[in-house]
Each structure stands twice: as structure tokens, then as C-alpha cells.
């Protein structure tokens, strides 16, 4: 077995393989020679055990060789060859290999307890002894380092496996942080544009109101056409409060995930209806088209969130239709669901912002743009509200030029 290099031998291997990019197999390498080295015996302790016992396995058959023949020694002598490698290595095994040709000489060869060979038969004995107690001291030894080279191997994969487990951990907890601050830093930009959206939206109607209010208190002299259409217009601003407040308190539930349709037998037709009808103010100045079949199926829904949909999509497209353009809504059937839509004739919404239109707080350019009165919640409402009650919505381009909001929603069977 070599003997372990001096520290500045050491140091400079550590270098090279630095300079070499292969330090870290260095460094394992060395740790499984330094293991090795400790699991065996020092070199000249491992040979003199192999010598002590070559001689005491030799001085216990003396008693008995004229008895046996030379073969019992020989094979006898070969088991301190055999334990010197497997405790010493290489240098050990071939020092006993040594000591044993020497015994086998000394005390089974005539002349006996000398070195001296007195016939060739017995000279080729002895050298194939020794070539023999070597061979088999050489083996022993490198299977032995074999078997340690693969047990070290195997620690070496166990510890590597640890620390690959370990750093497994680590970047799957790192990945959880990440994801945890990028849902808070979600959570505080919606929380900071919902804010915006609601001081914003909230401050618009209220100052109307208020203005209005202030004038009328203050005895301020006006005609009764004016005084009605004064108070036409705190109505108005109030519905839309309302409305704003109805969307808020949606939003909220979806959030909590309690937005549980309460299911009924609605008649989409007159849903329409009532809610253009509430809306006529809201509407004032467009051209409003129904095409509404009168064999239209009902449907499965929550009456007041269905309202609110419409409602939406309704002021949606009132907001961004041009004066004196038409908005249309209509309705038909669609095998075992019924298909609803809102057309303006609008500058439309680009296929780009189609999707991202209905996440909350999006403001897109064209018919789904965020005016002075959008909050950018209302489509966010729409379609968590029809997609609850199992349907679909999607943004589309109208064939009047303008956008198409099209949503469907499931037939009842008895419809």
C-alpha cells in the first residue's frame, strides 16, 4: 500500500485539479483513498502480523511434518499470506509471501533450519511456492481493494443522493417562497387597483350627486324641465352606484368562493326585457335591437345573477357604442344550451386582449376599455357567474364592426 503524499504534494494535486475543472472528483477521490486508508492498517504493522504468523503456522507444524507430507505446510502457510493482504494491501501480502517461502525452507526443505537447497525438486518446490504465495497475496489484496473501491463508491453515491435530496428540498422550498411572494404581491396590486378602481369610480357619481343636491338646497331657481332632468340624473348616478356596489359585493363572494347559483326556471327573453328596460336611461341615445325567438328554451339559473350579467355587458357596450349606433342583444338555441350575445357597434376588442379582458381590473383598449366608469371588474363578474352555472363567455368581433360578448348557458330538460 502506498503511503499517503506529503501536505505539499497535496496541496498541489488540489490545485491542478482546480486548474483542470475536475477538483470536486478530486476531492471525492481523495476522500475514499483517505477512508481506505484508515479502515487498514498501517503498511509495516499489516507485514509483521503477516510474518508473525507465517512463523508461528510454521513452528506449529514442526511437531508434525514427519507425519504429513509438504503440501499440508504449504497450504497452511498460505493463510497468513491470504490475511496479510486483506489487512495490509499489496506490500504486506508480499512481505509474508517472503516470510512464508523462508519458513517453508527453513523448516520443511532438508537440509532443514537452513537456507541451503539440496535437490533440484526441491528448489522448483520452493520457487513455485513463492511464485504461488505471491499470486495468491497479490489477488487477496486487489480484490480486497476492489470491494473497498466499491464500497467506498457506494458511500460516496449515498452521500452524494443525500445531498442531492437536501438540495431538492432546498429549491422546492425557495420555489414555494417565490410562488408565496408572487401571490402576495398579486394580492396587494389587485388590492391597491381595486382601491383606485373604487375611489375613482365612487367619486365620479357621488360628485354629481352632490353638485346636484347642493344646487337644488340652495333655492337656486330652475324650470320644471330642468328640475326633472336634474333629478334624472341623480337617479341615474345612484342606479349606478348600486350597480357598482352589486359588482363589489360579487367580486367579494367569488373571492370566497361562495358564489352558489340559486337555480331556477328563467325565461331568457324576459330577463332581457326587464333588464333594458330598467337600463333605458343608461341607454339613452342608442338604437336598441332584441332578437329574442319566441321558442326560446328556458334556462337553468340564478335569476339575480343572471340580471347581473346582462347588466354588465349591457353597460359595457353602452359605454363604448357611439351616439345614435345600435347595440343588439339576441338569443337562440344551441343544441341543449342557449346562446346569449351583446353587440355594439364600437371600435371592437383586439384578439390580443380577448382573454385578458375578463381577468379582474383589466382595462383593454376598444369596446372593453376602461372609461371614466369602468371599474374593470364587471366581465370578471360575467364570467364567473355563467361559467358557475356551467356555461361559457368569450369576446368576439361583432358583424355590425364593433364587439360581440357571447355567453351560453344550459337548457333545462323540460325547457
Same mark, same amino acid.
Given at each position: ?37 484508515? !479502515?487498514?492498517?498501517?503498511? #509495516? ?53 517472503? #516470510? ?12 532443514? /533450519? ?43 453515491? &449515498? ?159 353602452? !359605454? ?16 341543449? &344550451?342557449?346562446?346569449? /350575445? ?11 386582449? !380577448? ?36 356555461? /361559457? ?23
Amino acid at each position: 500500500m502506498s503511503r499517503p503524499a506529503p501536505p505539499h504534494l497535496s496541496a498541489g494535486r488540489r490545485q491542478e485539479g482546480v486548474r483542470t475543472g475536475r477538483g470536486a472528483s478530486g476531492t471525492r477521490k481523495d476522500s475514499c483513498v483517505l477512508g481506505k486508508a484508515r !479502515r487498514r492498517w498501517p503498511g #509495516a504493522p499489516a507485514a509483521a502480523l503477516g510474518v508473525g504468523l507465517a512463523v508461528a503456522t510454521a513452528a506449529a507444524l514442526v511437531p508434525v511434518r514427519g507425519e504429513v507430507t509438504r503440501a499440508t505446510p504449504a497450504l497452511a502457510l498460505v493463510l497468513p499470506i491470504v490475511v496479510a493482504g486483506l489487512v495490509g494491501g499489496r506490500a504486506a501480502a508480499l512481505a509474508s509471501a517472503v #516470510a512464508a517461502t523462508v519458513a517453508f525452507n527453513v523448516a520443511f526443505i532438508p537440509p532443514q /533450519w537452513t537456507l541451503n537447497v539440496d535437490l533440484l525438486e526441491d528448489g522448483v518446490a520452493l520457487g513455485v511456492f513463492l511464485v504461488v504465495a505471491v499470486t495468491v497475496g497479490t489477488l487477496v489484496a486487489r480484490e480486497h481493494e476492489r470491494r473497498q473501491g466499491a464500497e467506498d463508491r457506494a458511500r460516496e453515491l &449515498a452521500r452524494l443522493n443525500a445531498e442531492l435530496v437536501s438540495l431538492e428540498e432546498d429549491r422546492r422550498r425557495l420555489s414555494e417562497d417565490a410562488t408565496r411572494a408572487a401571490v402576495l404581491a398579486r394580492v396587494d396590486e389587485e388590492r391597491q387597483a381595486l382601491l383606485r378602481s373604487v375611489s375613482h369610480d365612487l367619486r365620479t357619481p357621488l360628485s354629481t350627486i352632490r353638485a346636484v343636491a347642493s344646487d337644488l338646497l340652495s333655492g337656486t331657481a330652475y324650470e320644471p324641465a330642468t328640475r326633472t332632468e336634474l333629478l334624472a340624473l341623480v337617479a341615474d348616478e345612484a342606479e349606478r352606484l348600486d350597480r357598482l356596489v352589486a359588482n363589489l359585493l360579487s367580486l367579494s363572494r367569488i373571492e370566497a368562493g361562495a358564489l352558489a347559483p340559486d337555480r331556477q326556471a328563467v325565461a331568457v327573453d324576459e330577463l332581457v326585457g326587464c333588464t333594458v328596460r330598467r337600463l333605458d336611461r343608461l341607454v339613452r341615445g342608442l338604437h336598441v335591437e332584441l332578437e329574442l325567438p319566441a321558442d326560446l328554451p328556458l334556462v337553468d339559473g340564478d335569476y339575480t345573477q343572471l340580471d347581473q350579467v346582462v347588466t354588465n355587458l349591457v353597460e359595457n357596450a353602452s !359605454r363604448h357604442a357611439p351616439p345614435g349606433s345600435t347595440v343588439a342583444i339576441g338569443a337562440r338555441r344551441s343544441g341543449p &344550451a342557449v346562446e346569449v /350575445w351583446v353587440d355594439d357597434e364600437g371600435a371592437g376588442v383586439g384578439p390580443g386582449d !380577448r382573454e385578458r379582458i375578463f381577468e379582474p381590473f383589466s382595462r383593454a383598449g376598444g369596446s372593453a376599455a376602461g372609461g371614466s366608469s369602468s371599474s374593470g371588474i364587471g366581465l370578471a363578474i360575467c364570467r364567473a357567474i355563467v361559467e358557475a352555472h356551467g356555461g /361559457w363567455i368569450v369576446a368576439a368581433s361583432s358583424p355590425r364592426g364593433g364587439a360581440r360578448f357571447l355567453f351560453s348557458l344550459p337548457a333545462r330538460p323540460d325547457g
